[in-house]
């Protein structure tokens, strides 16, 4: 997999060093073309579709066509993300060749290293931070998505455009569950919309302990230069359900059936285009004129 991403990131990376060697800030983010650390910290604009709401899909007949509206909404939207942590972790990548960190680079490593519960006088930091600062294939996130929320119907996703079912602890930050148990405090988190709900899910699956074995196969494919699928990653979510194994298999199920590894492969043409958001652009474009009203 190391190969594929090279041939994408090699001319970015060697501009990315000249302009952090010569202290250069920029003040947007070109996901076209530039990869630049200080500006990933500005957080930069992205394009408007990632905040669209969650469409109703029950305006759709149970079966194929609910499924084709549900995956077609959230591919695009999935690879934005991965193609956000590919490019973070780039930097990552271009830091750690440097001799001495700026300020603002030693901040925008500590922001990701929080984030990512990963402790910065680790000896070992710059690859445990890589560890965590990678992508989860599209094939394991749909299928996981439409799992836990009923093909996008489900009134936590409705409500709360939470697709993946987790869990928040703050009075108010979600929606309480109608059988949570007495004594219990969690509520089943909310978000602005089904983008952030998808950043919030590889989030988790990048930091929580549940999911090292997850991060473990993938490390592997990584290191033999190989492109993670879901149906390999699926086998580290034991701890995503009480149903360990069970729902190991049921995710596994999902892919083969939904043929969602195609997914995959789209989403490693997009890594080697020269122009990755044009085409997402396109991607919802068509989507839209689809399901327009």
């Not at 947007?28 to 990632?50: A, F, H, I, Q, Y």
């Not at 402790?119 to 599209?138: Q, T």
């Not at 089943?188 to 074995?213: D, E």
């Amino acid at each position: 997999m190391e190969s594929r991403t090279t041939a994408v990131f090699a001319l970015i990376a060697a501009i990315l060093i000249a302009a952090l060697a010569a202290g250069a800030l920029v003040a947007s983010l070109d996901l076209e073309k530039t990869v630049d650390v200080p500006k990933m910290v500005e957080k930069p604009e992205l394009p408007g579709w990632r905040s669209a709401p969650l469409p109703d899909f029950t305006r759709y007949s149970a079966g194929t066509e609910r499924k084709e509206a549900f995956f077609g909404f959230l591919f695009p939207r999935i690879a934005l993300a991965n193609l956000e942590i590919l490019r973070q972790r780039e930097g990552v990548k271009a830091l750690r060749r440097m001799d001495a960190l700026s300020e603002k680079q030693k901040e925008w490593l500590k922001s990701h290293a929080l984030r990512l519960r990963v402790r910065m006088d680790d000896d070992a930091f710059f690859e445990k931070l890589l560890n965590r600062l990678d992508i989860v294939p599209p094939s394991l996130v749909m299928a996981q998505a439409a799992n836990e929320s009923a093909w996008g119907t489900s009134r936590f996703a409705t409500r709360g455009n939470n697709l993946f079912g987790q869990w928040c602890f703050t009075p108010g930050c979600g929606i309480v569950p109608g059988q949570r148990t007495q004594g219990r405090s969690h509520e089943v988190a909310a978000y602005k919309h089904p983008y952030a709900s998808i950043r919030s899910y590889l989030t988790n699956l990048n930091r929580h302990n549940a999911y090292t074995p997850l991060r473990e196969l993938r490390a592997r494919k990584r290191q033999r230069n190989e492109f993670t699928d879901g149906t390999y990653l699926a086998g580290g979510l034991e701890r995503y359900s009480e149903r360990g194994n069970e729902y190991v298999r049921e995710i596994r199920a999902m892919i083969s059936f939904n043929e969602l590894e195609a997914y995959d492969a789209r989403l490693k043409q997009l890594m080697d285009a020269d122009a990755p958001l044009a085409e997402l652009e396109k991607t919802v474009s068509d989507y839209r004129q689809r399901y327009a009203n």
